[in-house]
């Protein structure tokens, strides 16, 4: 007997005819004993509910089931929605503006072999205007634990096949966490399980407007409660504190904010000034000087 996968598809805002992709995106899987469960978070936009109500009926697939929102709530509160009315013994979760590969959850789901995996990544191809990019990420699931505290290397939430009971165990999608919620539900499914490595790209990642211009605030925020949250960890790790606060440098730089960006860097030095992973912040920077840096550096108080 073949298990049941629930594959969730949270929606917000999404023009329905980007959301009806990534539906058939998953009624096209080569595996076919699937439940998809679709979450309106946006309930607001009447019209919109009703649109996607229709699109759903025209699909006349019984594996399909429609739940909204009474109020807009947030991505983990609708992810965690989802994996309330799941019945299967597998959970995938899909965006609403991404594509699986057809054979996504067939491949992922051969790589359960042992009872104590907990989830299955995956590369994907990153779909930007004119251009799509394979992206390979870093097998790290022998060394796990230590580098997802650091940078989450098994990405959106689109990417992961998980045993449910896993998702359960490590108590569901964080509501209060403003962003990075992904990386926060990894960090608790590696405390207590294995994960393994597909190497076959089976997602397409739409980059969209929205993507790009990310409310910095949110980023920032998310970096603060998890530093927060797992303070104990990083407390008791200089080294990994450390590399964790220059990858947040990193990708605020990347985000455009250079002066939150040097404020987790120039926390860093002061933990360690000769730390190896501090000078190698220039390097990962790449675009900008170091004549930059230094300019913010002498500016910007550490908080």
């Not at 080569?30 to 919109?48: A, G, K, S």
């Not at 992973?277 to 908080?303: A, E, M, T």
Request: glycine letters at 4%.
């Amino acid at each position: 007997m073949r298990p049941l996968v629930s594959c969730i598809i949270t929606t917000h805002k999404r023009p329905v005819e980007i959301l009806k992709r990534s539906i058939l995106s998953v009624i096209n899987q080569t595996y076919n004993n699937l439940e998809i469960i679709i979450v309106n978070d946006y309930p607001e936009d009447y019209d919109l509910q009703i649109s996607i109500s229709k699109m759903i009926n025209s699909f006349k697939d019984k594996r399909i089931s429609y739940i909204v929102h009474e109020k807009n709530s947030g991505a983990p509160k609708a992810r965690n929605t989802g994996i309330n009315h799941s019945k299967g013994e597998y959970v995938a979760f899909l965006d609403d503006d991404d594509e699986w590969l057809p054979d996504k959850i067939d491949k992922q789901l051969k790589l359960f072999d042992d009872d104590q995996v907990g989830l299955v990544y995956c590369e994907h191809y990153r779909v930007e205007k004119n251009r799509t990019i394979r992206i390979v990420p870093h097998d790290y699931c022998k060394d796990a634990r230590n580098k997802i505290f650091i940078y989450n290397f098994i990405g959106g939430t689109s990417f992961p096949l998980m045993r449910k009971k896993a998702i359960i165990e490590a108590g569901m999608f964080d509501i209060n966490c403003k962003s990075s919620q992904d990386t926060d539900m990894w960090i608790r499914i590696i405390e207590k399980y294995k994960i393994k490595y597909c190497k076959e790209p089976l997602v397409k990642y739409h980059v969209s407007e929205e993507a790009i211009s990310t409310d910095i605030t949110k980023i920032k925020d998310g970096y603060l409660y998890q530093l927060e949250k797992y303070r104990d960890i990083y407390d008791s790790d200089k080294q990994l504190y450390i590399k964790k606060l220059n990858m947040i440098a990193v990708a605020l730089f990347v985000h455009g904010s250079r002066k939150e960006g040097m404020k987790y860097w120039k926390k860093a030095i002061f933990m360690k000034v000769t730390s190896i992973n501090n000078l190698l912040f220039i390097k990962k920077l790449g675009g900008y000087s170091l004549l930059v840096i230094k300019r913010n550096l002498s500016k910007v108080k550490v908080f």
